[in-house]
């Protein structure tokens, strides 16, 4: 089988399930040329060094959304005016440097180890009450019925938005994540149904910060406009909405699926699920272990500002490159043993979130929510089970985790 075939095979529904065995076959042609000119990137030792190469951009604008309708007014005045105001709001997890780094500095700001240790005991509550609520219950759906709405819900906490609107919230999140997955984002009508989506929470959140701004409170949206940069003063309206969507979209599925990729993992080697309900101080070293293992942000793409030589391959200016995250962390020559599940692993410096300069500011929150749920989920399901062998997966390759997971239960431990 050519490597091109090998790629287009990863990106089909049927390897959703398990993938790793064409990641161990990729990693044999560790930059592989695709034939619509993409190049896909397999080894450790390549990813490590291409997210540390300055000629590698992250701004891939999605396609453009002009088509000739035949209406001047609409083609040559309406279009292009809405589509620089899109162009505008770009989030800078598609920016380079220095944009992206001023955009960067802010947030980081913002996510204060205070400020994140505080997010532990209110995790904590929302993660037994949405537990409490699966009481005289046979069966639970893992995914609906909580790591769904955790991650939501922690999240309009971090940002303030009220309680009440986080049901709509959660609606919006599960579209615009679409916009982050590398293989949905070129479906065009999924990338329109983005947009709509994108102007209605725009509309919120400019409501919402003009509401804050009138009654302030302790918040990281309210600390993200307020905040005077010595040197650039107030972030813009653009950035700032796109900013607070960025950090709700990049927030949600990942950790959704960080959590459910992580019961379903305990479930499938249940002396780790005892282990970890006996001994809940091994939850970090568990959550890392998962990161690797069984990631949910399985690869990202960028584009090649100039050519690049790596591995004995000129990849070409302007081409396409795919880094294979989760591939990278499963190389058995950085991995001793890569396809064991093993908490107890000495060095584990995986791409779980990435790395260099676009590294996942939300880290530090995303592993307390793993930790924080699976210790809940380990003490109060009484004998949990699974009911399928194998889940129903959600479609992208990219974002991958399943859409459902149910699991039997005898009961809930108070
Ligand atoms: C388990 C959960 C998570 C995983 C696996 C994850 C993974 C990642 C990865 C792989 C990247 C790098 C993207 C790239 O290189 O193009 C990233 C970036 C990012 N993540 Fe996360 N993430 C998680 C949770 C979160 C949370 C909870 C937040 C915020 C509330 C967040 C916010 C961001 C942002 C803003 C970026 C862009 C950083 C930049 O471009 O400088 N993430 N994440």
Redesign the pocket.
């Given at each position: 089988m050519s490597q091109d075939t090998l790629f287009a095979r990863i990106l089909a529904g049927k390897s959703r399930p398990n993938p790793y065995p064409l990641y161990a076959i990729m990693r044999k042609t560790p930059v592989a040329r695709q034939t619509d000119g993409t190049y896909v990137v397999s080894s450790y030792d390549a990813i490590y060094r291409l997210?540390y190469d300055p000629r590698l951009s992250?701004e891939d604008l999605p396609p453009p959304l002009l088509h000739w309708t035949g209406n001047p007014i609409k083609d040559l005045i309406i279009d292009p005016i809405k589509e620089q105001i899109r162009a505008r709001h770009r989030p800078?997890?598609f920016r380079d440097p220095p944009d992206?780094d001023v955009l960067?500095r802010r947030?980081m700001r913002e996510f204060s180890p205070e400020r994140v240790r505080a997010m532990r005991g209110k995790t904590e509550k929302i993660a037994h009450d949405l537990i409490d609520n699966c009481q005289s219950r046979e069966q639970i759906d893992l995914v609906d019925n909580f790591s769904y709405p955790l991650?939501v819900t922690v999240?309009c906490e971090?940002l303030g938005i009220p309680r009440e609107d986080e049901p709509q919230f959660q609606g919006w999140a599960t579209q615009l994540a679409t916009a982050l997955d590398p293989d949905q984002r070129s479906d065009e009508e999924n990338w329109k149904k983005s947009q709509i989506t994108f102007d209605q929470i725009s509309a919120y959140m400019q409501a919402l910060i003009d509401r804050k701004r009138a009654d302030p409170q302790e918040d990281m949206l309210l600390g993200l406009a307020t905040y005077k940069d010595p040197s650039d003063g107030r972030m813009n309206n653009y950035d700032l909405i796109s900013t607070a969507v960025?950090?709700l979209v990049?927030?949600h599925e990942?950790?959704v699926?960080?959590i459910t990729n992580g019961m379903l993992t305990l479930l499938r080697h249940p002396e780790h699920l005892e282990r970890l309900r006996a001994t809940p101080a091994m939850a970090p070293r568990l959550v890392e272990e998962l990161?690797r293992y069984e990631?949910?942000?399985h690869y990202?793409t960028r584009l090649a500002l100039a050519e690049i030589e790596i591995g004995g391959v000129k990849i070409p200016k302007g081409t396409p490159v795919v880094l294979l995250?989760a591939a990278g962390s499963r190389d058995p020559d950085r991995f001793p043993d890569p396809d064991c599940f093993d908490p107890d692993r000495e060095s584990n410096t995986h791409?779980?979130?990435?790395g260099s300069?676009?590294?996942?500011?939300?880290?530090p929150?995303?592993r307390i929510?793993?930790e924080v749920a699976l210790v809940a989920l380990a003490r109060r399901l009484l004998n949990p089970r699974l009911v399928e062998t194998v889940p129903r997966y959600h479609p992208g390759a990219s974002l991958r985790g399943p859409r459902h997971l149910p699991i039997a239960i005898d009961g809930i431990i108070d």
């Open positions: 997210l992250s800078f997890i992206h960067r947030v991650p999240i971090l960025l950090l990049a927030g990942t950790t699926n960080l990161l990631p949910p942000v990202r995250l791409f779980g979130f990435g300069l676009h590294y996942c500011v939300g880290a929150l995303a929510e793993g």
